[in-house]
């Protein structure tokens, strides 16, 4: 490992590695498959940029980002390292002297879009080269559990296989479930002890949660309480993001956009307007990002929730690459569950695959509603423990915990009552004593438990369902329609076993008792 270090600090310019760093660059250079998990800004570029450096071979290097690849490949540049990237920006005679150099060994490193490596053309030449190792960026792309599977990815098992010089595999990502990470290893063959988990936390992030509140206008305070600071804010639909743009521009915010609806051009345009800090503030949908190396982004908000975690945690870890405290906030409003519900009734997927969608969506629905550490509830959705961040909305509540078992029993007990075969929404309704055609329909009026909470606004009994979902008293499945279910520490709240505490605004009361005021 001498050799390496010696490279980390010649070609690089640091003096130690960061954790895993080291193992990966060991396993490569002695030819074992191998996948890296880091959080973004970890490192992940090093695992594979130093063994290629010290291997005779050339090192192939999969990603998706072409925007990219140049500046990377600039930067190698800049080292005295050498490399080159072919992608679909050359023309022809431009890929072919380039794949030329390779095969003279005149670069070390060769960068590719996947799609051009499922090119069985492309196959036949990497094949004439002495690929040494594969290295594959944005690895949880070829994995269907994944949140930004491609279908290009799938090509690079049977090329990893196939290729006469036996690639050494590398895969990396910032983003993989447990399911994620085995269908990774199972598809490139990376053994068990491949795999190096650094973990998923991102020390400087704060995550927030904001609900309920006047979006437009938390966004317009935000933006100015934080002027010349760099960020993200991302909304769903393009029609949204027109509108944020207009909205925030009369307000003479430095805000530009950013959706695949735009021209080349402007896209172009505002790209570098945000990255030259001329606008330092970016409204887009998920189009923008990846890709996006921009070291200086101070907050990423999400106007409205995104489809998953896995998406959720990637955008905002956009936010803070540079090691420097960041935000992430999401401006979380029960509608905009209604949004996602719909992109994925008009997905062309199949049942499972709505399915999935939905579950996964009812993930971030509890995100938004737990109590918990919102770091914490991220990494164990990630498979990692951990324990409080101390930094994010939820730790930093300082809010009375409130005890609301007696409420929570009202809840579970109804959800026993309807034989647990209903979601929330009904639910709700019983409980709030709604007088429609279903309830009469099933007789759910002569429930005992009907009306009970009919003190509580029919919204503010579905959030509390959510807050119990996501507090793991009751579990919500099935895909489109979740139907609720009382788990074992609810049927322990129901006997009187458990008290059920729940942050709440705290109540107006006298400062000073009043008999002694008097
Ligand atoms: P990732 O791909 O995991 O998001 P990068 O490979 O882009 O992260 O690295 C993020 C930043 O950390 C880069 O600026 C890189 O130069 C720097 N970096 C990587 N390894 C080290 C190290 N061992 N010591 C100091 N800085 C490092």
């Known amino acids: 490992m001498d050799a390496a270090l010696a490279v980390l600090k010649e070609k690089f310019g640091y003096d130690s590695f960061r954790p895993g760093q080291d193992t990966a660059v060991s396993r490569v250079l002695h030819g074992e498959n191998t996948l890296v998990i880091m959080p973004t800004g970890g490192g992940k570029s090093l695992c594979y940029q130093i063994p290629a450096m010290l291997l005779d071979g050339l090192t192939v290097v999969v990603s998706p980002l072409i925007a990219l690849m140049k500046d990377q490949v600039d930067a190698l540049n800049d080292n005295d390292i050498p490399a080159t990237f072919i992608n679909s920006t050359l023309d022809y005679q431009d890929a072919d002297e380039r794949l030329s150099m390779a095969a003279r060994g005149e670069v070390k490193l060769l960068y590719v879009a996947p799609e051009r490596l499922a090119m069985s053309g492309f196959q036949a030449e990497l094949a004439d080269l002495n690929v040494q190792v594969l290295a594959i960026d944005e690895a949880h792309c070829i994995s269907q559990w994944g949140h930004d599977f491609r279908p290009s990815y799938l090509a690079l098992q049977e090329v990893a296989k196939s290729l006469p010089s036996h690639p050494t595999v590398v895969a990396l990502t910032a983003t993989a479930t447990e399911r994620v990470a085995d269908d990774i290893c199972e598809r490139l063959d990376i053994p068990a002890e491949g795999r190096i988990n650094t973990g998923f936390a991102r020390e400087n992030l704060s995550f927030q949660v904001v609900r309920d509140q006047d979006k437009d206008k938390f966004l317009i305070d935000y933006l ?21 743009d207009a909205l925030l521009t009369k307000k003479h915010l430095p805000v530009t956009k950013y959706h695949a609806g735009l021209s ?14 001329r606008k330092p503030v970016m409204i887009a949908t998920n189009a923008f990002g990846m890709g996006i190396d921009k070291s200086n982004v101070r907050f990423v908000i999400h106007d409205q929730v995104p489809a998953d975690l896995e998406s959720y945690y990637q955008e905002a870890g956009r936010a803070g690459r540079d090691g420097l405290p960041s935000e ?13 519900r719909f992109f994925i009734d008009q997905s062309e997927g199949d049942e499972d695959y709505k399915q999935r969608e939905y579950q996964k969506l009812q993930v971030m629905n509890q995100y938004a509603n737990t109590g918990e550490c919102l770091q914490a509830y991220i990494l164990a959705y990630f498979g990692q423990e951990s324990v409080p961040c101390q930094r994010c909305s939820n730790c930093l509540d300082q809010r009375e915990a409130v005890d609301v078992t007696t409420d929570a029993q009202k809840v579970l007990s109804c959800v026993v009552r309807m034989r647990e075969r209903f979601g929330k929404g009904l639910v709700a309704q019983v409980l709030g004593g709604s007088a429609n055609q279903r309830i ?15 003190s509580m606004p029919q919204k503010r009994i579905t959030e509390f369902i959510d807050f119990l979902v996501a507090s793991e008293y009751l579990e919500a499945l ?18 009187g076993e458990e008290k059920v505490m729940r942050k709440q605004a705290i109540q107006a009361r006298a400062a000073v008792p009043v008999d002694d005021a008097l």
């Open 328 to 340: 992430a906030i999401l401006l979380f409003s029960q509608g905009d569950l209604h949004i996602r």
């Open 224 to 244: 100015r309480l934080n002027p010349d600071q760099s960020g993200i804010v991302y909304a769903a639909t393009r029609k949204e993001v027109d509108r944020l």
């Open 264 to 277: 080349e051009e402007e896209r172009s345009q505002n790209q570098e307007d945000f990255l030259f800090d």
């Open 440 to 454: 009469r329909e099933l007789h759910l009026q002569d429930l005992p438990t009907y009306g009970i909470m009919a």
């Open 478 to 495: 099935g895909g489109q329609y979740p139907i609720l279910h009382v788990t074992a520490s609810g049927a322990a709240v129901l006997r």
